[in-house]
């Protein structure tokens, strides 16, 4: 496996926060060979995406919490990181991020523990697995957990901290969500019609069951963090959801699939 080591990276202050701006990233095989060196700078769009939204509060202060979201396509990456102990993990990573990515960790030098996917559309993004193996970290996804000895309910470690597993299948066959504290990471589970690859669930009964019955059980104050962004929107609350989701609430599980139905189908 390759192992990648960034040698540079500039920075600048922007809106009262130091970003990254270029980078330089060596990449070694485990025996130190050397095997490349890709540089570059981080676009504008970039720079603006990293000043993004962050939550902090309620963390404690060797907890770092940070949001990448893509303004082009509205998808979401979440990193989390236990800063006493360096140690970290990336939920929804992309594969074009990939030299983003391994700049912020060496930034703020976090070893990366674990890559965690809610769910994939690999099927569309060949290049995506082997882009994501370059982060250096396991990548848990639902069609790998039995491959990784993991299953709904395991508890991964980074750090003094563990991230929960929740099998939540629905949007996709094998969908996860990640549990860390007080927020669930649930990908595509609750922005129907929204995921940019497969607008209509791909098992919307499993949906429906994984909705009621482990998202909307959950405490009313859980933070539900999505795998996209709708208007600029990406968390909210299990309450707020629970009564409000348009597809969700108030509805009988026939009505629902009913709805799901007259989604347009999938690409
Ligand atoms: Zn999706």
Sequence with gaps: MAVNLVLRGAFRICKNRQVLVSYKVCHLDTAGTFLGMVSGCVPEVLVARITGPQTTSNLGKNVYFRILNNDASGEMTYLLADQDAREAV??????RDLPLLLALLAERELHLCWVLRTHHHDALLPDEPDQLAQLGAPVVQGDALAALQLADGAALPFGDELVRIL?????????????????LFCGGLLALAACPHQPR?????ALWDSVTQRVFTLPDETLLFAGHEQRARAVSTALEQRRWH??????????FLAQMAALPENK
Excluded: K, M, Q, V
């Design 201 to 205: 669930p791909a098992e919307p009964e």
């Design 167 to 183: 099998a939540t299948p629905g949007h996709t066959p094998h969908c996860l969500s990640f549990g860390w504290r007080d927020r």
């Design 246 to 255: 348009p597809f969700f609430a108030g509805l009988t599980r026939d009505e």
């Design 90 to 95: 990336l939920i929804d990573p992309h594969g």
